[in-house]
């Protein structure tokens, strides 16, 4: 029987594996599906595209069983082979059947990490908010039983509070770095959500907790900031030269996103995937690309390793796409149709990769997208747009969006300062190459730090950071106390000449970020 999937969400177990739950109606009734309860089942459950199929007669392979998460109550399908749940397991919150989106854990998600604010030790509590508690309702702290009740879980609540306290052992254990530290906190936020409590024993590591990163921030300062940004390794003319590959008849990397048209030569799937990922090994040791360019391309080619080649997928404006060349499904269509390019039947799947390494003469709905994304349309007053119809270049076109957005965020705080923004686009030659230059201006806004303050860069433009990082030069612009600087600059290479402050003699239209691309 084929069913429509009228809802897909996706969530991470305790091992990073992304499992997948499933809204469908059977007989006018909605159900959900859960990949994780057909792991032994894997013939009950079969997903094609938006379809789900299951195995016919229904009664035959699968039960109905009601559910209880913070949300309310829920049916589900299970294989016959799943015990019905209990009356006490039926009232604990779950999170394998969320009703809502969970964001899976990655580094492509440009939903800013929490961050701490400097000179303060953080307490249980504030870890707590600090892992996303807050961000998602509903408190954990509000449900902090007494220490002297009793709590009698499941053994799925046992296992998960097994997971948050080894999380905790880790953090407690190992020196992480803040990033590495601020991701911990996220995860274990997340599963203290779902677990809908907190133990005695678990608030006992988190105070340990406290007490070692307070210790640790006082011992390293921003060492592990500085680390992570190393502007020796900040190199965006290699992220073009190495987009550049895809438009280049005499590469590999352009027939990924292209026919095969070589003259003399017929497409072979196991020949060309093994000429591809000797390509990517080769042209990645050459060229410093982002992380997130490199993991999306990696995914999208597919590499045979530990995990499951089918179940890997690579991301593009928020959402995953499971197409790669080396997966089972396109070496069956390749088997089907014999010396035909992908393209031909995944043509909807290698647009939407190309889409996201390259600015094609589409930047204003690009930015449209992000702040109608960002509901913020209606907090700037129509927006300027000059010299962007005819903008072309290659780049990692998510992470562009990810740390516009944080730009964006950064802006609507200071909406005080009005509403009104400009942005436009430039395409310079220069001794030195071709620029790209993007200029984002909150009109009439001025900074009322001087631009060298250090905390002007954190909350959102600390995420922009990240993101613009070996994607593209980073400068902002500013009228500000400081008489001798009106400009810093954030991200470049110590190499090109560029100082990290400068004081320019050009009209100042308001705070302007300046991103410079290279071609």
């Known amino acids: 029987m084929e069913i429509e999937i009228v809802k897909h969400n996706q969530f991470t177990n305790k091992n990073g594996v992304i499992l997948d739950n499933y809204k469908i109606f059977l007989k006018g009734k909605g159900l959900w599906l859960s990949s994780v309860d057909f792991e032994k089942s894997k013939d009950l459950l079969t997903v094609k595209d938006e379809i789900i199929i299951l ?22 399908l299970l294989p016959l082979t799943i015990n019905t749940p209990s009356e006490n397991v039926l009232n604990e919150p779950t999170a394998t059947y969320a009703t809502k989106k969970t964001e899976v854990l990655k580094d492509t998600s440009d939903k800013p990490l929490p961050t701490k604010k400097s000179g303060k030790a953080m307490s249980k509590f504030s870890i707590l908010e600090q892992a996303g508690v807050k961000s998602y309702g509903s408190p954990v702290v509000e449900k902090i039983p007494s220490q002297s009740t009793p709590y009698q879980s499941t053994s799925g609540t046992q296992d998960k509070i097994a997971f948050i306290i080894s999380l905790l052992d880790f953090s407690e254990k190992k020196k992480v770095d803040s990033k590495t530290r601020e991701r911990l906190f996220k995860l274990i936020g997340k599963e203290l959500e779902n677990a809908g409590y907190v133990s005695k024993e678990i608030l006992e590591r988190l105070e340990r907790v406290e007490g070692k990163i307070g210790t640790q921030q006082k011992e390293t300062g921003n060492k592990s900031t500085e680390k992570d940004f190393n502007l020796n390794d900040h190199k965006p003319e290699d992220v073009t030269a190495f987009l550049s590959l895809f438009g280049s008849n005499d ?51 597919g590499f045979d390793n530990k995990d499951d080649v089918d179940n890997k997928k690579w991301f593009f404006k928020g959402k995953s796409n499971s197409f790669s060349f080396c997966s089972d499904k396109v070496k069956e269509w390749c088997s089907s149709n014999p010396n035909k390019h992908p393209i031909f039947g995944f043509e909807e799947d290698i647009k939407l990769f190309k889409e996201s390494i390259k600015v094609e003469k589409n930047l204003e709905d690009l930015i449209n997208y992000k702040l109608a994304e960002k509901q913020l349309l ?33 802006i609507r705080q200071r909406k ?21 230059i993007l200029k984002i201006t909150h009109i009439r806004s001025r900074c009322k730090k001087k631009l060298s303050d ?60 300046v991103l410079t691309f290279y071609s």
């Open 416 to 436: 005080g300062n009005g509403n009104k923004l400009k942005i436009t686009f430039e395409a310079k030659s220069t001794s030195k190459g071709r620029r790209k």
């Open 55 to 76: 195995k016919e007669p229904i009664e035959k392979y699968y039960s109905i069983s009601k559910r209880k998460n913070k949300n309310g109550e829920f049916s589900v």
């Open 251 to 301: 590469h590999p990397f352009k027939y990924l996103v292209h026919d095969y048209t070589i003259p003399n030569k017929v497409f072979a799937l196991g020949d060309f995937c093994q000429k591809i990922k000797k390509a990517f090994k080769n042209e990645t040791k050459k060229y410093s690309i982002p992380k997130y360019l490199h993991a999306r391309l990696k995914s999208f080619i």
């Open 454 to 513: 250090p905390e002007l860069l954190g909350g959102d433009l600390k995420d922009a950071k990240k993101f613009f990082y070996k994607l593209c030069d980073w400068s902002i612009v500013a009228d500000n106390p400081d008489t001798e600087c009106n400009k810093i600059n954030i991200l470049f290479n110590p190499s090109s000449g560029i100082h990290p402050k400068e004081k320019i003699d050009e009209k100042i239209e308001g705070f302007t970020h």
């Open 378 to 410: 209606t907090d700037f007053d129509n927006p300027e747009y000059v010299n962007l119809a005819g903008a072309t270049f290659y780049t990692d076109v998510d992470a562009l969006l990810s740390g516009l957005g944080a730009v964006f965020n950064a």
